[in-house]
């Protein structure tokens, strides 16, 4: 059966949504019909319950739409809820009260059950998966940052693995429903499949002349995961990375080279909405603002 249950990572210190100068540049904003400046200058002036949560690095109740609008949460719930997810595990930090309140209080979830798992310091997006152990079944899960908006169409796909995987998205597909530009692609990971669509392995910010950022067809993580509960034994084996944090990434190759797990791909073409930084909330908000949100 197609998975039902999805964790999210909450816990960022959102620390470039916070910087009120990092709107973008006019290689990270692509917006139809206007220029990289004036997407900067929208950025900049956000609603005032928009710059609040900016400020204070919230981007997942980050208003869509401006004030009185909804929290960017409740769009990922909501397609959480459309692609047959009925459990989902927020992992917050401690002094996330503002979440809890909202989701347990203001606005709880109809279509789906909300947990809450704590990340008692950020020491990385492992120790925060890490964290949720106590909070999933013993069952096939899905993880994705709270930042991204995913289709529910790319998060079915997620689920019909229902096993050890992730979903690969199509990078021209990628440019072309996400605005995102050409040459960002490279900052992304890139992955290499084989032809019985497994995962070889990931390249992180390939260079240029990479084979995988050369081919014809680029498959690009977007950080969509499916995972089995083995994957928290293989964070426990995580060491710091070069950045001093617990990486998710690096639990996936130690669970493929120590533990033998084989990491499943679901490639689509679609799009998927970040939001990062302030410079993202226009573009989110254009692309949303006919969606509805009923978690």
Not at 44 to 55: M, R
Not at 98 to 126: D, M, N, S, Y
């Amino acid at each position: 059966m197609p998975t039902t249950q999805a964790v999210i990572l909450a816990r960022g210190l959102g620390t470039r949504m916070r910087r009120a100068d990092d709107a973008g540049s006019a290689q990270d904003i692509v917006m139809d019909a206007v220029t990289a400046e004036h997407a900067i200058a929208t950025a900049q002036a956000l609603s005032p319950a928009q710059a609040s949560a900016a400020a204070g690095g919230a981007k997942g109740m980050m208003p869509i739409g401006g004030d009185g609008g909804r929290p960017f949460l409740e769009y990922v719930l909501s397609a959480l809820a459309d692609a047959g997810i009925r459990e989902v595990v927020l992992v917050v930090a401690p002094e996330h009260a503002v979440v809890r309140e909202h989701f347990t209080k203001i606005a709880p979830p109809q279509r789906v059950t909300l947990r809450f798992a704590v990340q008692e310091r950020p020491l990385g997006t492992a120790d925060a998966v890490y964290s949720a152990r106590d909070a999933v079944r013993a069952a096939p899960f899905l993880v994705m940052n709270a930042d991204n908006y995913y289709s529910p169409a790319a998060l079915r796909a997620a689920a019909s693995l229902e096993t050890d995987g992730l979903v690969a998205f199509e990078a021209d597909a990628l440019v072309r429903l996400s605005a995102i530009d050409p040459e960002r692609i490279l900052r992304f990971a890139l992955l290499d499949i084989a032809p019985d669509d497994t995962l070889r392995a990931i390249r992180e910010k390939p260079a240029p002349d990479d084979p995988l950022a050369t081919a014809s067809e680029r498959w690009v993580s977007m950080n969509l995961w499916s995972f089995t509960p083995a994957i928290f034994h293989a964070c426990e084996r995580v060491m710091p990375s070069p950045r001093g944090e617990l990486e998710l990434q690096d639990a996936v190759a130690s669970a493929m080279r120590d533990l033998g797990v084989t990491f499943r791909v679901a490639r689509v073409r679609d799009g998927v909405l970040d939001l990062s930084r302030r410079g993202d909330v226009p573009l989110v908000s254009e692309r949303l603002a006919d969606v509805a949100a009923w978690p």
